[in-house]
């Protein structure tokens, strides 16, 4: 796979990323481990080929039950691969976009438990985990998996960030869908306001940090262990 910004060039996905190579405490994440992506739905069936021989173990979607239902699961669902379906609506009530992913990291905190301890063991490796776009609810919980594996908040906003590489293509993306489905397009003042930008998911983390501490306060909450958590860095993290 040809790496673009710790992306890669791929036919169907326009959002897929490796969160290897990004600093954390005592190291760095391992390459290859652990990738983030918009829906595997669109994969071609060359993009498939690719993550099975590329060894990809798990599968994590965060799509609801209407979207898996309307787009299906893609090429891959046929391939020897874990498939972790973890239902997140998009339509969280929230006064924000900051607040919907906090909201979200407290709705759905038992099940993102049991799926950080899903990662900590090595044949759950590697992972891929993707909602419809890639950005928001994989954005947070990409931002849950690297601050648990001591990644700075800093570096965790830029990761979210580098979405913004894919805006386009998500706006195509988004505005055909629309026009199938017989619904007014949004425009691109619409798009413009949605660029995920690092202040957005730094207020996140900031009502994390707010009403938990810090992400291993939210584990502490939803019943993770000091142990669990340092098995997930264990497995996601190189010290050398």
């Known amino acids: 796979m040809a790496p673009v910004a710790r992306g890669y060039v791929f ?22 481990r652990l990738f983030r992506s918009d829906s595997l739905s669109y994969a071609t069936e060359s993009d498939a080929a690719r993550l099975v021989d590329a060894g990809l173990a798990t599968i994590v ?7 898996v239902d309307e787009f299906g699961r893609g090429p891959l669902a046929s391939a020897p691969i874990t498939y972790v379906g973890l239902p997140c609506t998009d339509s969280i009530p929230a006064e924000s ?27 759950s490796l590697p992972a891929v985990v993707h909602c419809h776009i890639g950005c928001d609810r994989t954005g947070i919980v990409s931002a849950m998996l690297l ?15 580098r979405s913004t590489r894919a805006n386009v293509a998500i706006r195509e993306r988004s505005e055909d869908r ?13 798009y413009d306001a949605w660029e995920p930008q690092p202040e957005t998911m730094a207020a996140a983390l900031e009502l994390v940090a707010r009403e938990w501490r810090d992400m291993s306060g939210w584990a502490a909450t939803f019943g993770l262990t000091v142990d669990d958590v340092a098995d997930l860095r264990a497995a996601l993290v190189d010290p050398s």
């Open 11 to 32: 036919e169907g996905l326009v959002n897929f990323r490796d969160l290897g190579g990004i600093p954390a405490d005592g190291g760095v994440i391992r390459p290859g």
């Open 61 to 67: 979607d965060l799509r609801d039950t209407v979207e």
């Open 178 to 190: 629309r026009r199938h489905l017989g619904l007014p397009l949004m425009g691109q003042a619409y």
């Open 147 to 161: 601050g648990l594996a001591g990644v700075s908040d800093e570096d965790i906003c830029a990761d979210y960030a």
């Open 97 to 123: 976009r900051s607040e919907y992913y906090f909201r979200l990291l407290a709705l759905h905190g038992p099940a993102l438990g049991d799926l950080v301890r899903r990662l900590s063991v090595a044949q």
